[in-house]
């Protein structure tokens, strides 16, 4: 009785339409909604009042719930049940204190929100709902009347609600976590704005040949604004493995812009080989999200006329983007560097060398080559493997294993000694690196 008690006197201060009194009772009972839990205790009340007639005589204490039902819960149950005593009372018609009976046309707020999805491909979607200050007064003056440990809030319902009818008319899944799209709605403007969230796509690419940056290079005199310098381009290379990848993916999506990330770098003047590098894709605003991965790769290849491919790619997600974010200093990369020294060295040189970088940590001040970019501090990477072909007496070909993050270049030279231990100081003769290429990244991502 507590329950009636306080939907009744909630209807003897404020006209409450089914929803807005069901509301305030949200969190009770199970499988059912806010207008069927309002309608129930009219229904409750409507009954308690024909028995208070038939049990106890109380016309009165009857006549005073009934005509509350009739003019405050515009019920027209109420009103038959009256006349039956004899009472002419007419429901009112006044509009919901709360929503003014807004609830009443979910169904319209759910055809809004699919017309503003018309030219959109999605999977899944998230209904959001802006409601406006004097309502969410409103709103808490009758939560505080009620003193209701069991009400939720009317942005919720309108979402929840929305969102199920929206199910029912484009057979697609809400999603409160990754939604392709989110809509808001604003059910007293009675309109509906459409944010497509990004598309990630996730793959691996291979660089095949030297000389290209794998992110867009500013002209470094200009800043992108176009000089003599970079021959008015706006940039110090022409191409990047960035551009390349996106522009198919932007053509294919009719997005608006792509983010390239990558699971580290190489040099602009080292190949990405073997299985290629992972990258995620990060297309903004999309208005078709399904695509033919494999056109889209071959593309990338004959745009860029063979020098970049790129393979597995897969729908991704935010959650690997954080991932991806994370490897360039723990996943284990192999190179392939063509070394020069000096002096000529033999076989208890390359001994050594395999000796003392085998499992060696290797400490490494911020290299001079990129002093400019990054904070001048010392890194600590690991060489987990090392092999070496020699080529001629001056020449060999290494192999090294190492954790990503480490210069391999500064490991060839030494660096002017801020990078130790390195070949040169092992052979205590000048070493130089001619050649690099990356010729695998650890498959701990795709």
């Known amino acids: 009785m507590e329950i009636v008690e306080k939907a009744l006197n909630l209807l003897e201060n404020y006209p409450l339409c089914d929803n807005c009194l069901g509301r305030q ?39 005073t719930i009934l005509k509350t039902l009739a003019t405050k819960g515009n019920y027209e149950p109420a009103s038959k049940t009256l006349k039956k005593l004899g009472v002419i009372v007419e ?51 009758v939560r505080s009347k009620a003193g209701s440990e069991w009400c939720e809030a009317l942005k919720r319902e309108i979402n929840r609600e929305v969102g199920k009818r929206l199910k029912d008319l484009t057979g697609k899944e809400p999603d409160f976590k990754s939604p392709d799209v989110t809509i808001s709605i604003d059910p007293f403007g009675r309109n509906a704005t459409v944010q497509s969230n ?55 999506t009719f997005g608006v812009e792509c983010k390239f990330h990558g699971a580290g770098r190489e040099d602009v003047d080292a190949r990405m080989l073997g299985s290629g590098r992972p990258f995620i894709i990060e297309i903004k605003e999309p208005r078709k999200r399904l695509i033919d991965l494999s056109s889209v790769a071959e593309k990338i290849r004959s745009n860029s006329e063979g020098r970049i491919e790129v ?32 002096r000529e060295i033999g076989e208890d040189d390359i001994k ?81 690196c001619s050649e690099l290429d990356v010729i695998d990244v650890a498959d701990q991502f795709i």
């Open 91 to 141: 429901t009112l018609g006044e509009k919901c204190f709360v929503c003014s009976d807004l609830l009443e046309s979910l169904d319209d707020l759910a055809r809004i929100a699919k017309e503003s999805l018309a030219d959109l491909e999605f999977g899944t979607f998230l209904v959001g709902s802006l409601i406006p200050a004097e309502i969410a007064e409103r709103e808490d003056e």
């Open 352 to 432: 050594r060398l395999i000796a003392e970088l085998t499992g060696a940590m290797i400490k490494q001040r911020t290299p001079l080559r990129v002093l400019h970019r990054r904070a001048d501090k010392i890194r600590v990477k690991k060489v987990h493997g090392l092999q070496i072909r020699m080529i001629s007496p001056n020449k060999m070909e290494a192999t090294i294993r190492s954790q990503g993050g480490l210069y391999v270049k500064e490991l060839v030279t030494g660096d002017n000694d801020r990078t130790t231990p390195s070949f040169s100081e092992i052979l205590n003769t000048k070493a130089e």
């Open 198 to 252: 990004p598309l990630f796509i996730r793959g691996r690419y291979k660089k095949l040949v030297r000389g290209i940056p794998q992110a867009t290079w500013l002209c470094r005199k200009c800043g992108g604004s176009g000089c003599p310098n970079c021959n008015w381009s706006g940039r110090m290379y022409e191409y990047s493995v960035q551009d390349f990848v996106s522009k198919p993916f932007l053509e294919e």
């Open 25 to 63: 009772f949200a969190l009770l009972g199970v499988g059912l909604d806010n207008k069927s839990r309002g309608r129930a205790l009219k229904n409750v009340l409507i009954m308690w009042s024909h028995f208070l007639v038939e049990s106890e005589n109380n016309v009165a204490e009857a006549t």
């Open 311 to 342: 393979s597995e790619l897969k729908v991704s997600s935010r959650e690997d983007l954080r991932r991806i974010k994370t490897m360039a200093t723990t996943t284990e990369k192999t190179y392939r560097v063509m070394v020069s020294v000096e």
